[in-house]
């Protein structure tokens, strides 16, 4: 009985100084999903040039698969029009089947060259928006059109995606832009952009 006690006490003493080791202590980013990003020249340096990006994990669909992995990456920068002297914020998502490092699809500010079908809802405002071709996308409400970057730094919130492409693709994924305008403002995209 004695040596079964000692075992029993060993083995308590292993397992509780097992769980001493001190805890990381993980970080929370003050920009929430987003992360502010430095542009690099061709000798891997920073440039001074911001963009802030988002890795999404979502699915996309076609005639050979169903419900297979996807990644997007979503950015945000700063952009100027020499021709009309405004400053602007623009977007563009790139979408990775299967996660393989490779870009099978992208979409630019206005979602061209997405497909009709392309939607994106914000269930919590209770909002939907319709993509058409070279048009942006028409709030189903109101019926004003909105690029869908405009749409993202309109109110936080989260957005499911629908996106269609060609072959019948169809991606989808869930967007959280909560902390996406801090993002901005801290890399500077924000500095010479006047509101409408």
């Known amino acids: 009985m004695k040596q079964y006690l000692v075992f029993v006490f060993t083995l308590l003493a292993i397992v509780g100084c097992g769980n001493r080791t001190p805890k990381q202590v993980v970080e929370e980013s003050p920009y929430g999903d987003w992360e502010i990003c430095d542009y690099k020249n061709d000798f891997d340096e920073p440039t001074g040039e911001k963009f802030v990006r988002q890795i999404i994990r979502g699915d996309f669909s076609n005639s050979a698969t169903a419900s297979s992995p996807l990644r997007v990456i979503v950015f945000f920068n700063h952009s100027y029009n020499s021709y009309s002297d405004k400053h602007s914020v623009d977007g563009y998502m790139r979408f990775d089947e299967y996660c393989d490092g490779t870009e099978d699809f992208h979409i630019w500010y206005d979602a061209s060259p997405a497909k009709r079908g392309t939607k ?31 749409i993202l730094r309109a109110s936080p919130s989260t957005y499911e995606f629908t996106v269609k492409g060609d072959y019948q693709d169809e991606y989808r994924f869930t967007i959280n832009t909560e902390k996406l305008e801090l993002a901005l403002k801290d890399a500077g995209i924000l500095e010479n952009v006047v509101p409408e």
């Open 120 to 150: 994106i809802v914000d269930r919590p405002n209770h909002k939907a928006y319709h993509y058409e071709e070279r048009r942006g996308f028409q709030e189903v409400e109101d019926k004003t059109w909105h690029y869908w970057p405009d």
